[in-house]
């Protein structure tokens, strides 16, 4: 499920104090989850789209405290081979990176979200707590991302560099002969767009008389 549960932002605005929440996100197949890779002569990005990402709509639970959101059962599993590139030469050599014959599958989880303000171009910021996991490593990170609505969909956007040597993984150093570098610096992508069916328990079990 993943960073689309960002789309619950939406609901901090009107929740005072505490509120729970039971929702069923689906993604749209124009999604896209994108890492680049950086070399001394080139950038090249890895790109797996939406309908690889999640193919069927997916239920979760939330709990809204304040200006925080908290997901319950929302890991998302990905195949690695999953990730496609233009160029085909780096697309293997990422795959030798990631370790896909020992490690084809890698984790991405909502900790929590924190709503921040609009931006100058009216649109919804915030923080994401990820939990990624990649050959069996897991690390925490800080996403900064931006949200807006149109069409019916949310567009969830955000991007992050964060090292390989934090997941146990060690470049090539030289690629073609010694004449490629490659950085250890990757960057995630978020580019999700998701329609949101919410419902909230505090008013279900609370009916207005």
């Known amino acids: 499920m993943k960073t689309f549960l960002f789309s619950l932002f939406f ?5 005072p104090v505490f509120s729970q929440y039971k929702a069923i996100v689906e993604l749209n197949k124009n999604s896209s989850l994108s890492i680049l890779v950086e070399t001394n002569m080139m950038n090249f990005s890895l ?3 939406g309908d690889k990402l999640l193919s069927t709509p997916v239920a979760f639970s939330a709990n809204v405290q304040k200006n925080k959101l ?31 014959d020992k490690f084809p599958r890698m984790n991405i989880e909502l900790l929590q ?12 910021c915030g923080t994401a707590l990820l939990s990624i996991t990649i ?12 949200i807006n609505a149109a069409n019916g969909l949310m567009r969830i956007s955000g991007k992050k560099k964060l090292s390989i040597t934090d997941f146990g993984l060690t470049a090539p150093r030289t690629l073609l002969l010694g004449m490629v570098k490659i950085n250890k610096q990757i960057e995630i992508d978020l ?3 998701c329609k949101l069916n919410v419902k909230n328990n505090d008013l279900a079990d609370h009916p207005a008389k």
């Open 70 to 100: 908290f997901v319950d059962h929302n890991k998302l599993d990905i195949d690695v081979r999953g990730f496609k590139s233009d160029n085909l030469i780096a697309q293997g050599e990422f795959y030798k990176l990631m370790m896909v």
């Open 191 to 193: 580019n999700l767009l």
């Open 11 to 15: 609901l901090l605005a009107s929740v």
């Open 47 to 49: 790109v797996q789209k």
């Open 135 to 146: 050959t069996n490593v897991t690390r925490k990170y800080e996403f900064p991302v931006l």
């Open 113 to 124: 979200f924190e709503s921040g303000a609009e931006n100058s171009m009216n649109l919804s």
